[in-house]
């Protein structure tokens, strides 16, 4: 079999999957899709990891070439939440490893809703408030950021947050008041009217975090 070939035509459908998805996506039984992951595997096209409940996730890779750099966004994210993304493309940071404060406001720059709900385990991360501020600050997303921060309570045992940072995000300029573009729930008025910004999520996307 062409593996790299294989392995292109693979990922454009998603690079994340597991056993039963492969071999619902290709319609083969799972012993042959186990047979594939190997091949992708021996000819460095996978990687694995492990998921919710232990179960293993299959990252493939069309393109061999060495790992630059440190871990980019989603390998962050997929290290550190029960909620995993797929990596719509490699991404890596140069020159210094990504901080859970900084991953959290350039999750919240894609807008892309699993990635952003996947992202609220970082803030259990949090050491340094100060940068989780001049991240936000960088991007223009401080109040977004803030009413993440208090969905996160609501799911996970997190710090809290600096009185003085607090205060930065919350009065910060807003630009867009979505989280999500043209997303919003009525599940967290109490937020929603803390923060300016419109809630994404309903209470039902929080038990994934308790589950």
């Not at 186990?34 to 460095?44: E, H």
């Not at 001049?134 to 009185?163: F, H, P, T, W």
């Not at 919003?184 to 999520?201: A, L």
């Amino acid at each position: 079999m062409d593996w790299e070939r294989f392995a292109m035509e693979m990922a454009k459908k998603g690079s994340l999957v597991t056993v039963k998805s492969l071999s619902e996506r290709l319609g083969i039984s799972e012993r042959t899709a186990i047979n594939y992951l190997y091949g992708l595997r021996k000819n460095g096209f996978l990687e694995t990891s492990r998921g919710r409940r232990g179960i293993r996730l299959y990252r493939i890779r069309p393109l061999l070439k060495p790992d630059i750099g440190y871990p980019g966004l989603y390998d962050t994210i997929n290290r550190f939440s029960p909620i995993k993304v797929a990596a719509p493309y490699e991404h890596r940071i140069y020159g210094h490893e990504l901080t859970p404060e900084e991953a959290i406001a350039m999750a919240t720059v894609t807008r892309d809703f699993r990635t952003v709900l996947a992202s609220l385990a970082l803030f259990s991360r949090i050491s340094d408030w100060s940068l989780l501020y001049k991240a936000a600050k960088e991007r223009n997303v401080e109040r977004q950021v803030g009413a993440l921060y208090d969905i996160s309570r609501l799911c996970l045992r997190v710090r809290k947050m600096d009185g003085r940072i607090r205060s930065k995000l919350k009065y910060a300029k807003l630009g867009d008041a979505y989280i999500i573009p043209g997303t919003r729930t009525k599940d967290f008025p109490e937020i929603e009217k803390e923060w300016g910004v419109f809630v994404p999520f309903r209470k039902g996307d929080l038990r994934r975090y308790k589950e």
